[in-house]
């Protein structure tokens, strides 16, 4: 519809005031006044020399006159209102109903153009924890909704599986492990070596304060104590290829990647290739000393390797350590090299909290001066930290929040709501917790996907599965309830056919067919700005006027067949896009509640 009245505008105004113009200014009309669009005429002024109120009324006049969609039309200062006629509505609402919105947008072709998104990048000594999960959601919802606008997307994942961490957790499990291992615990292969992580820690905290109480320098103490100096020396043997530390390190990380692989499937989100530092980090070496080389960065006389940014408003960047060991910085280089011989990349975009921001500024530079042509424009999807009631979460001491405990919780908090309300009545045990599991889950991806991206949020899971108000849950009960109105219809003999053209829709109606025509729009800029905040939010504000609609308004119950029948168009059309939407935030939709 506003195509059709942009398009109208457009020619008008080349008609009126001989004005070529790209973009016309379309909003909803303001409560207050008679109209369903709203066009800005200010910018058209000065080419026409009259006011704004004869530039609107001249507009109208011609759209009126050449446009079909356009019943009449009023002037409110430089605000030209159009009513739209009925039938345009009747007409739109049909075409919503009868589209494919899974495929809309959707570019299946092989020359499509390729974007990458990077996201999770979990670290081998611990299980994934509620960061974790904000970032994944993130990154599963902006390749979805990047799908739907016409990139083809590849969906990475980095995996942290070296350095010193790693060895933290491996040498605490060959001090006190006993050999456990999680078939002989019951445990997830990333929870039991999660357990060990903070074993270190506990161990090495006891060691520094040991000596320090003997009268060292505290920084001196941790960089001294026993276990931080075997830890080292395992990393060391470890970069050296040795073959009984190498065994060690592929069986721990065996175990944490199946743990892992649980805790993916059940959260949505998946990848479609995996990269391990543990083979990148040489190749960024080898590509730092190809950038030596040709003078793009220098070596200092203590012989580590730097770039030298200073000309670009940055800093100097270490890229190589004196003992020519490499940094994230140098890894980063090599997971891009890999992945450009891997991928004809157009795009790249990096799903990494905010806290990274200056690095990947830095990388953004130092990939587009080793020659790869999407590394000046590459995409780093800063997001803000996400925390609890409780305060910040601390890996090494054992308080964070482990993804899979926080999935129990949301799964059981929507058990107990549930049964609190009496929605799951007279379902089958397998089929309540089934609609459990959707609906806690949905509750967990809604609160955490619909904050702005950019910003810091706090977690409150009680307040995630509320059935009121912005939640999963709200959306998840009006799209079970539209389901039961469209499956009572069947079970009455109703049947459902596109809406005849002589049906005069109500005001309600007519702003929600409005609100439908907004979804594809609201998809594209989710796409431009990387915010699935826009499509959660959206929906939301669809659920809340459709069921302003449905309290006072009767569909089943309505004698007028051919009213009826619009209704409950109009009703299986707001399903369609509440479950297209949510789908692109990875939220499954129960059929009934």
Partial sequence: MEKIISDAVKVAVRGLYGLEIDIVQLQKTRSEFEGDVTVVTFPFVKAARKSPEMVGAEIGAKLKETCAAVESYNVVKGFLNIVVSKSCWVDRLNDIDGRDLSAEGVNNSDDAPLM?????????????????????????????????????????????????????????????GNGETPESTGMKGDHLIGKYYVEFDKHYRAEVKELVDKGMDEEEAKR???????????????????????????????????????????????????????????????????????????????????????KDGLDEKLLLRTDGTSVYMTQDIGTAKLRYDDFPIRKMVYVVGNEQNYHFQVLSLLLDKLGFEWGKDLVHFSYGMVELPEGKMKSREGTVVDADDLMDEMEEQARVTSEELGKLDGLSEQEAREINRMVGLGALKYFILKVDPRKNMMFNPKESIDFNGNTGPFIQYTNARINSVIRKAAENGVNIHPVDMDVVMGEKEVSLVQKLGDYRNVVKQAGEEFSPALIANYVYELVKEYNGFYQGTMILREEDEKLRNMRLVLSRSVGKVITAGMGLLGIEMPERM
């Fill in 116 to 176: 990458m998104v990077e996201y999770s990048s979990p670290n081998t000594n611990k299980p994934l924890h509620l960061g974790h999960v904000r970032n994944n959601l993130l990154g599963s919802a902006i390749a979805r909704i990047e799908a739907a606008n016409g990139w083809k997307v590849v969906r990475t994942n980095i995996v942290n599986d070296r350095g010193i961490h790693i060895c933290k957790s491996m040498l605490a499990w060959l001090r006190w």
């Fill in 224 to 310: 001294k104590a026993p276990l931080i100096v075997e830890a080292q020396d395992m990393l060391l043997k470890w970069e050296q290829g040795d073959e009984e530390i190498r065994s060690l390190w592929r069986r721990m990380n065996e175990w944490v990647y199946a743990g892992f692989d649980e805790t993916y499937k059940r959260m949505g989100v998946g990848f479609d290739k995996i990269y391990y530092e543990s083979n990148t980090y040489l190749v960024g070496k080898e590509k730092v000393m190809e950038g030596l080389e040709k003078g793009i960065f220098y070596r200092r006389d203590d012989g580590s390797v730097w770039a030298d940014l200073s």
